[in-house]
């Protein structure tokens, strides 16, 4: 395979098994609403309910502006859809296209910390949608249509924005233009061109084609150079068929009549289409240099890989996150209504718009974060063909979109409540973003710049070997599926899993020619410790985590998951007969709580039953150090049911003297206690205590023994709604990590990752 072709390869890919299966999981869907508010008892109610809300209900009433202090209006979006246009997938119904509007709330709440809930309107009359959503402007701070058909979408758009008083914006249209514009700014600079002599064709002529050209002829493009094409060719000046108002204000005198003609000589061209609508004859016949946008859902109109075989010279964007330079609209409006909403802004007006144009070009131009590095793939990317636009995991855009947006806001005469200090207001927005989600993605991207090769060790589960295939899918390296072939077979059978792909390795333990060699060597590490010869041999033989370990320890694979069929310490204590800890360290369990858009460290969850005070404070500096690799500035708290010395008891001393331990140790980070859990995360709590050394909430939670360690985090699962990693072995010698006993495919692919990443 090329160079050039390889480095467009997607860099993930998921099966419709996979896709179904991840909607389906837990709670169906992928939204929830949780309360803000206490809800336990009778106080709490009188204040939420009847007689306390009457008070807040009357100050709307004498000033609307209140709402934004006293409900959740401010920060909450709809996201309304018809299904008329879902993706590129065409109209496929309301019902259908709640899987993308659930989405677009979720990625709202994900990038800018915007909540947001989706509603499907099953009409297809435009007044009936009209009537339908005008009315609902008081509970929301904006209004995101998505995937709406042209013509539709444009009156829908137009006249709700004349009959609301908040921002309505539908994200297709202007989304869309506004990062392919931002994109294109680049793309022209890079190929040496002029916005007022490049010439570009658009196919299709719906709700992003024509806002993107809007966009870009408002930004200066010659209207005369750009050619909009439809499902019946040229839009040329004088055609009838299938035209609109909308399409007839972009025609142009032309004599090409189809797309393929109107590609000939062209140096941009976008595609708002269809999958497959750019032919290898069109891409070739292009200018050279050209630009190629292939934006439809999910399947561009060409791919990177098909350009790539026949024009090395081009620059080539998809929608897609899986291939360098994505355009896509996520890019866009989690930030845009971010900026409009804090400022209160009554409209998303063209200023606004182009704020956020340039603030996304501009961002691509400047070095990248560390945390881009690594979530990008290749290496560090720099601005050039490959990188002509930020990525979605960009810590930068959260700050840099909102912020320009927001001041436009306040210059262009929209904006509510402006905002004074800016400044100020970019370091706020910084702290909306929890950085675990894109440290679990740089960490992906790691691995696979260097896949590695895991041994899966309870390969004939079926949770295991969906995780294995994942593993493999996901280009993270080879997944060694350890069992009896005949087993693994018919356990892949029976879930429909082909095992003749690329990336999936079976070892059978009984047939293997290591056997010997790993025996030897367990015998080596055992002879002292009790064990005979013929121990070794029934362990390596019978005991697939003994063989699994010693593949590891001994380089045949460079990490090893299990735990699904056997308990974490008995699997614990298997591997730590092959494998030592690393020298001067101790061995601990990390687990990761990620609640509500915060991330704690949680240790130790899975090793030391009742530390001793040397013990805790090398916990402490365990977890530190892993909380740092994952991208956090370690605050640790030294737990206890106690807060500095009250109440007294025995297990707080031991706490307190761990402190003292650090103390002397000199440690590089922020640590103290003994604390009680709420002074540790409550910043308001720990304030009672102005000679705490913590400069905020604690993010590592170092607890006093296994048993509140374990039932905690436990507890944070089942009743606290968190997402729970873990417990991740730290300071193993060998990459090796033990999932719980019942863990979902998902999670031992993580546990996969992170053994990977911790081999590499
Ligand atoms: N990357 C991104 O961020 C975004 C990508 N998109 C993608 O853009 C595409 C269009 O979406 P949207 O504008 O909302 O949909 P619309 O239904 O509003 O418009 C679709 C347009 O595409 C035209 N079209 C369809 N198939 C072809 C074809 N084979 N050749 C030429 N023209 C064709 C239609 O032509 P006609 O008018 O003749 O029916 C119509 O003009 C989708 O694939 C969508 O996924 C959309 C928004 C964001
Ligand atoms: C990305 C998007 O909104 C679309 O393809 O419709
Ligand atoms: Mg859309």
Redesign the pocket.
Known sequence: MPDTEKKQRPVTSVTDNEALEFHAMGRPGKLEINATKPMATQRDLSLAYSPGVAVPVKAIAADPATAYDYTTRGNMVAVISNGTAI??LGNLGALASKPVMEGKSVLFKRFADVDSIDLEVDTENVDEFINCVRFLGPSFGGINL??IKAPDCFIIEQRLRELMDIPVFH??QHG?AIIAAAGLINALELTGRDLKTTKLVCNGAGAAAIACVELIKAMGFAPENIVLCDTKGVIYQGRTEGMNQWKSAHAVKTKARTLEEAMKGADVVFGLSQKGAFSETMIRSMADRPIIFAMA?PDPEITPEEVARIRDDAIMAT?RSDYPNQV???LGFPYIFRGALDVRATTINDAMKIAAVQALANLAREDVPDDVVAAYQGNRPRFGAQYIIPVPFDPRLISAIPVAVAQAAIDSGVARKPIVDMAAYARELSARRDPIASTLASLYERVRRRPKRVVFAEAEEEQVMRAAMSYANQQLGTAILLGREDLIHATAERAGIDLNRPGLEIVNARISTRVEAYIDYLYARLQRKGYLHRDAQRLIHQDRNHFAACMVALGDADGMVTGITRNYSTALEDVRRCIDMKPGHQVIGVSVALCRGRTVFVADTAVHDMPSAAELADIAVEAAGFARRMGYQPRVAMLAYSTFGHPSGERSERVREAVKILDKRRVDFEYDGEMAADVALNRKVMEQYPFCRLSGPANVLVMPAFHSASISTKMLQELGGSTVIGPILVGLDKAVQITSMGAKDSDIVNMAAIAAYAGS
Request: a negative charge.
């Open positions: 993706l590129g998505e995937d994200d297709d869309t859902n929608g896509n609209n996520v």
